[in-house]
């Protein structure tokens, strides 16, 4: 039998290695948030083209899960589900001509995602998008993200904690605007998590 003494510095150095473990874990999510947070992204400064779609796609996310890290939030995890409700979205603003949360065949964002694989059967989900276009300079992941950050309700679904997962899609074009010839694309993100 652990006399009282013992049993109290048995539960002290108990709770010391417990606090260790937890301060260590802490330490290394805030040196992975650290390293993320000044990270370079490579192709962020590209105008997208049929030839770099997928560099442009990775340097958004890169930019947006550094944004993440800059504020102290985990980065994203890409979902293929959210990716081609995006990438299928930002097509079809750009074939019908029209930028906006709801289609002109009156679909919302709500409806959309419903049909589209993402939510659960059963249990809690959520779910936001955020939406751009831009020509020339304004095209480039590091433009629309930056125009994102700017804008309050786009900065809030870009930096929610509760958002985990997210899809990004790029559609060459705008949506029913002249770019005069110049090199343009239309950005969607979706983003969720389940459970």
């Given at each position: ?84 409700m995006a990438s299928g979205y930002a097509r079809q603003m750009v ?101």
């Amino acid at each position: 039998m652990t006399s009282l003494p013992h049993r109290l510095l048995l539960l002290l150095a108990t709770a010391a290695i417990a606090l260790v473990a937890a301060t260590g874990a802490s330490a290394d999510a805030r040196q992975t948030l650290k390293r993320v947070a000044n990270q370079e992204c490579p192709g962020a400064n590209l105008v997208p083209d049929a030839s770099n779609l997928s560099v442009v796609l990775d340097a958004t996310s890169c930019l947006i899960d550094r944004e993440r890290a800059r504020s102290g939030v985990a980065g994203l995890s890409r979902r293929s589900v959210l990716r081609r409700m995006a990438s299928g979205y930002a097509r079809q603003m750009v074939q019908e001509g029209f930028f906006g949360h709801v289609t002109p065949a009156g679909a919302s964002f709500g409806q959309r995602i419903a049909v589209s694989g993402y939510p659960p059967r059963r249990g809690a989900w959520r779910a936001g998008e955020n939406l751009a276009w831009g020509t020339g300079p304004m095209a480039t992941p590091r433009d629309v993200v930056r125009r994102w950050l700017a804008s309050p309700p786009h900065r809030r679904n870009l930096l929610d904690r509760r958002f985990r997962e997210t899809g990004i899609g790029i559609a060459l074009g705008t949506p029913g605007t002249d770019s005069r010839g110049r090199p343009s694309a239309t950005y969607v993100q979706e983003l969720g998590a389940r459970g």
